[in-house]
């Protein structure tokens, strides 16, 4: 049975392909993905000022590598990941500004944020961080240092993502707990869906291969969701559970640990 990353992701579109580079089984990338995002911070990219745990009580606009504070630009949202959040100042419209609204905090350094990008009020950040362009970070989402989040994603209230990646226009909208994890492009979350990442049992997630046992050399490993997969509401993943492209993960169930083929049905 396939365990390499292109089995699960389209890695000719995916912004963030390199994580998966070396890995011959897809799970390898969270073994790399602190230093990935290490190497990252230290790429072309507009870094938040450092957070110190405290709500902001200016809104930070990030424009053109600027960090901005202030109430006097007037700021209208529709779809964030069509483009359509605008910023206006004196100066006039700041063409793919991003806005971390009043009431956000931030944590720690490290915090990398793209163009057009909203953190609403109530979302706690620590870092380190990418957020990548035109993604959305609601209210009371809580990200948990070490996240990678493509473009165009949603973290939706309460959601409480740790160690975890986002492929571009993945979504958790809702009510979500994601460890050590990985959303492929275009996967969407029902309300309530927890991916767990830890067994209850000592030692290293084991993740059944056809009729092998694999040992996943990570002590804390979530779910891995390839491309398009989708999960119903108050679904649940076992840690190591790996599902395939174009899957569905049906509402109340539960996605055992071990590798499920694409475009499975798991009630």
């Not at 230290?42 to 902001?56: A, M, R, S, V, W």
């Not at 706690?124 to 957020?131: D, E, N, R, S």
């Not at 071990?258 to 798991?266: E, F, N, Y």
């Amino acid at each position: 049975m396939p365990t390499s990353p292109s089995s699960f992701f389209n890695l000719d579109s995916c912004t963030h392909a390199a994580l998966f580079s070396g890995c011959s089984q897809v799970w390898q990338a969270l073994a790399g993905l602190k230093e990935y995002v290490r190497n990252q911070l230290q790429q072309d990219c507009t870094i938040l000022p450092k957070g110190n745990g405290i709500p902001l009580t200016r809104h930070l606009i990030v424009h053109e590598g600027r960090v901005l504070q202030g109430d006097e630009y007037e700021i209208n949202s529709g779809s964030i990941a069509r483009g359509e959040l605008l910023v206006q100042g004196k100066e006039g419209p700041l063409v793919g500004a991003s806005v971390v609204m009043a009431g956000a905090v931030l944590m720690g350094e490290g915090i990398a944020i793209g163009r057009g990008v909203l953190v609403e009020p109530g979302a706690l950040i620590k870092g380190p961080a990418l957020i990548g362009d035109l993604s959305e970070i609601r209210h009371t989402a809580y990200l948990r240092g070490y996240c990678v989040i493509g473009k165009r994603c949603v973290v939706g209230h309460t959601t409480e993502v740790k160690h975890s990646v986002f492929l571009d226009d993945a979504k958790a909208g809702h009510f979500a707990y994601l460890g050590d994890s990985i959303l492929g492009a275009d996967v969407n979350l029902g309300a309530g869906t927890k991916c767990a990442n830890l067994r209850f049992l000592p030692g290293n997630v084991l993740v059944s291969v056809g009729k092998e046992r694999v040992n996943s050399g990570l002590r804390k490993f979530g779910a891995i969701l390839g491309d398009r997969v989708q999960t119903g509401c108050n679904s649940v993943t076992s840690p190591g559970a790996v599902i395939g492209p174009d899957s569905l993960l049906m509402p109340n169930a539960t996605a055992a640990s071990g590798i499920h083929p694409a475009k499975s049905l798991l009630r």
